[in-house]
């Protein structure tokens, strides 16, 4: 230790004792009161401390750790670190936004079981409903897909609306991957092939073939297309105007409504509405792909390849 706090040729020990705990045991303890330590890494900061108070006393390393505390006027470092903490947490629960000072107000004044449950409920959900919405966003592929379910607290439409019969149940993983951005479609093909793929439609041979190029403009689906499209619009016209949401007065037969019916709708009795088109789209999409894969099972194979 440096001549200016050894207790032999420096400054005396009261003073040298002031200058230690007002200069090195801020920098020793920083954070500490956050970030606690364990037992081994105290007893390491404890023995460091000893060790410079009996230097700064001119003590011997044998004296009794009492007897340089008692002489000092000081507490165990550990003793300090502990008053640092307790004065953190004092000022945590003073904060009105601390947690801490909500968790005391509810034991000052407890909730029922049933209110409980309902708070707790109410909080988680909304919580991973608004990270569910906020990631959805993140995915092109899913631009089509609503998560207005979230908010009712119900599977999504297009799988509540499936009923029991096998042959309504086999439609349904065609117009999920529609729905979902994983239906193969050759610009899928182009985007994702390391090789150069040709994202034009295999079938019309006249655009690129997405999405809203398979569901409403392929020119060679168009027989089998018209059919659904007109049940639809037929549908539309045939139902009141809900007063809740004002659904079905301006609807577009388009690619996002045909995915997914349930972005314009609310949780009211449009839910039975939203049943009957996502039946309607769930057999167009399925007619759309078996068409599909029977034209493109005719191709020669370095067509199917889309090179």
Same mark, same amino acid.
């Given at each position: 230790?440096?001549?200016?706090?050894?207790?032999?040729? #420096?400054?005396?020990?009261?003073?040298?004792?002031? !200058?230690?705990?007002?200069?090195?045991?801020?920098?020793?303890?920083?954070?500490?009161?956050?970030?606690?330590?364990?037992?081994?890494?105290?007893?390491? !900061?404890?023995?460091?401390?000893?060790?410079?108070?009996?230097?700064?006393? =001119?003590?011997?390393?044998?004296?009794?750790?009492?007897?340089?505390?008692?002489?000092?006027?000081?507490?165990?470092?550990? #003793?300090?670190?502990?008053?640092?903490?307790?004065?953190?947490? $004092?000022?945590?629960?003073?904060?009105?936004?601390?947690?801490?000072?909500?968790?005391?107000?509810? /034991?000052?004044?407890?909730?029922?079981?049933?209110?409980?449950?309902? *708070?707790?409920?109410?909080?988680?959900?909304?919580?991973?409903?608004?990270?569910?919405?906020?990631?959805?966003?993140?995915?092109?592929?899913?631009?089509?897909? =609503?998560?207005?379910?979230?908010?009712?607290?119900?599977?999504?439409?297009? /799988?509540?609306?499936?009923?029991?019969? =096998?042959?309504?149940?086999?439609?349904?993983?065609?117009?999920?991957?529609?729905?979902?951005?994983?239906?193969?479609?050759?610009?899928?093909?182009?985007?994702?092939?390391?090789?150069?793929?040709?994202?034009?439609?295999?079938?019309?041979?006249?655009?690129?073939?997405?999405?809203?190029?398979?569901?409403?403009?392929?020119?060679?689906?168009?027989?089998?297309?018209?059919?659904?499209?007109?049940?639809?619009? $037929?549908?539309?016209?045939?139902?009141?105007?809900?007063?809740?949401?004002?659904?079905?007065? $301006?609807?577009?037969?388009?690619?996002?409504?045909?995915?997914?019916?349930?972005?314009?709708?609310?949780?009211? #009795?449009?839910?039975?509405?939203?049943?009957?088109?996502?039946?309607?789209?769930?057999? /167009?999409?399925?007619? /759309?792909?078996?068409?599909?894969?029977? *034209? *493109?099972?005719?191709?020669?194979? =370095?067509?199917?390849?889309?090179?």
């Amino acid at each position: 230790m440096g001549a200016g706090l050894h207790g032999k040729n #420096g400054l005396n020990p009261t003073t040298s004792l002031h !200058i230690f705990h007002t200069y090195v045991l801020p920098v020793l303890t920083y954070g500490l009161e956050i970030l606690l330590p364990d037992k081994k890494q105290l007893d390491n !900061i404890e023995v460091f401390y000893r060790k410079s108070l009996k230097q700064i006393l =001119s003590m011997p390393t044998n004296t009794a750790d009492v007897a340089i505390y008692t002489l000092a006027g000081v507490i165990p470092i550990i #003793g300090t670190i502990h008053k640092s903490a307790l004065n953190t947490f $004092n000022k945590i629960c003073n904060m009105d936004s601390s947690v801490e000072k909500d968790l005391a107000d509810i /034991l000052d004044n407890p909730y029922s079981k049933e209110r409980w449950k309902s *708070i707790v409920k109410k909080a988680v959900d909304n919580y991973y409903r608004a990270q569910t919405t906020s990631s959805a966003r993140l995915y092109s592929s899913l631009r089509f897909l =609503s998560t207005n379910n979230l908010l009712w607290n119900r599977p999504h439409p297009s /799988l509540a609306s499936v009923n029991t019969s =096998s042959q309504d149940i086999s439609r349904l993983p065609t117009k999920l991957k529609l729905l979902t951005g994983t239906y193969y479609l050759q610009s899928n093909k182009a985007a994702f092939n390391q090789n150069t793929v040709d994202p034009t439609c295999l079938l019309c041979k006249g655009k690129p073939e997405t999405i809203d190029h398979f569901l409403m403009e392929c020119p060679a689906l168009h027989e089998i297309r018209s059919p659904y499209l007109q049940e639809l619009d $037929n549908f539309i016209g045939s139902i009141d105007v809900c007063m809740k949401c004002s659904i079905h007065s $301006n609807i577009t037969l388009d690619t996002n409504f045909i995915l997914d019916p349930s972005s314009f709708i609310c949780a009211c #009795g449009c839910m039975d509405f939203c049943y009957t088109v996502e039946y309607i789209t769930r057999k /167009l999409c399925f007619a /759309l792909h078996g068409l599909r894969s029977r *034209i *493109i099972k005719n191709l020669p194979p =370095s067509k199917r390849k889309g090179l």
